[in-house]
């Protein structure tokens, strides 16, 4: 598999927000550094970065966080791994945003978990159909799986009043609250922030359990997430974990707090990616035909289409593909057997300016050129 | 959890082994390239690393091994995980040696498998109990999970004879050989090699799958690791990946074989650690109560340690370490509910000559004081 011309399908970071002289000057001192080169005897992961990241992450949020309560994990998929392993046994079901993250669904399964959708709505999950399956299945569901900022694929953000209402929902239905928090820090406009995590609603029942990861903001190839969960829930989830973390990344994250540039990266990463979000829209709206409808997030990395009843996302994408634009098809993204092949995801993080507007004139003007019916 | 005054427990790399400086320096040529810094493709792993392992491998055994048959793992232990996924379903019977790598009993149980032992001989696992759990077991027998070569923690290293007949167990009982060769190429004496990894054995089947590491010769915190399967079973193995890896991490070990620095490493690593081991067998020579037994494996990183049938290592571990000695007792090594109570593991690689030494000496000293009758 390689790169298209205009891949607007792949959901990863532009190489230009890497700071590059930064990190290899912190790698050069974490080298002398002898505890960020051994293992790391605490299985929640080094201690120094977990009292760093609490620290930054309690100038972000009003529920404070403790060092207890936090895991240093090798990426959100990892942490989200960790999560499932500790919630679920062997038969039991896991919830999933339908259509969701598209790489985890099979993951989950790896858990000899049932994997089961909820529609996904503009406000967040819809909570009833969710009831509607705790109802029907009871305790076989352990688990729901959600991304309820800057939703992957949709864009959609849960509404503060959803959030406080999953998290009833989860304690009165026995299941754990899987957030992942990956674009929570991504919004675009100070003044349309979303709302506190779902984990900030629930301070006393340690039903959500929520994933992050610095992956995507720091450098991709840095391996750090972390999970926040209850202290009292500490040992349940070390026993979970396989996936071994370095130290030496870790600190890497810790540097980039205690040297004050955390908010400074984020800060320019929420205007560059705000730029590149703005560039994708104006061009969609110059651009696309006008039955195509999309959704505008304001924040995260994707936009997603959707086509009218008489076209398919498959045929599409043939078409596209064919002019060098390749984007993520919808229904790769819904849970087996239920999979519409009527929506598109496109991705205006990694790809330079004119490469991000070509594609999306190339891709509108196959669009254009496909058999729909007027009005 | 901190390291005790005479730490004989932690199985941990040496700090002077860290080539910190090389190291420095490959980190600063690697944040200059960008397919080192972004997100990998290929969920094998970064195919450059996997293209320069293939190399460096090839030149260190008999059997060829092609890139396609390479994973990139974040060591030992998300390999072995990686592995046990793919091979087993829940409701499985997982064999062990027993006693074996400690960490993993548990973990290996998180695949909803039951974990059964195998006793150790010196010359590998007693192949007829295997045989006799086959028999009784059947198809529920998915994987044995091995470490034939400085065995942890017994030291002892499989014949060529056992490696062979093992494989035609596995072929004739259908399941995977997961074999871990952690401690393979860290052997003491030129003159006295240890027999070729299983893999080798089994060049057609696919029923051995092998895992091994970078981090115990590199870096504790590389987290680079990695799974020797067949070709045909890449894509089931990609798909059991959870534990995302790191290009830039990866592209180190690449750099070290490319820069014709790892089988220095080597080299200058089996010298430095047969040195220690040296120094704790003079030591037990000089200071062993007559009536401790240990094996000498002349590879690896421990020594295991056999207690008369009157005396505890529960007993022993308290009385040790009230003088600042600690040690891995024996009886975590084995699986649950089978659990003998007479042995020690003691590792002769982290600590300076001198703790190693004193170490040893002091609890030599607790040992004689112990309540063991004559004869």
Known sequence: MTYSEYDLRSGYPHMDLIQRDLLTNIMADLMQRDVALQYTFDRAGDPWSREQLAAWMNTQQETPVLPDELHITAGAIPAIDQIARYSTKAGDIILVENPTFYYLISKLELNHCEVMGVPMEADGADLNA?????RQHGERISMFYCI???HNPTGYTYSAEKRRALVELAEKY?????????????????????P???????????????AGSFN?????????????GKTEQAEGIKAAKTAVTSAFMSQIVGELIVRDEMNQMLDTARKFYGDKYSLMVDA???NAPEWLQWVEPNGGYFIWLTLPEELTA???YA?????GVTFLPGRNAFVRGDAPDRYMRICFAMQPDDVLVRGVEIMCDVLKKMPVTAG
């Open 314 to 316: 498959t045929d599409v």
């Open 130 to 134: 969710l009831e509607d399956l705790c």
């Open 319 to 323: 078409a596209t593909e064919a002019e």
């Open 216 to 228: 995507k903001l720091i450098l991709p190839a840095l391996r750090v997430g972390w999970i926040w």
């Open 196 to 210: 506190p995590l779902i984990r900030e609603f629930d301070t006393e029942s340690g039903r959500v359990i929520t």
């Open 174 to 194: 026995n299941f754990t609250i899987c957030e992942d928090s990956t674009y929570q820090m991504l919004y675009f406009d100070e003044n349309d922030l979303p």
């Open 284 to 286: 969609l709206r110059a």
């Open 148 to 150: 309820p900022t800057y």
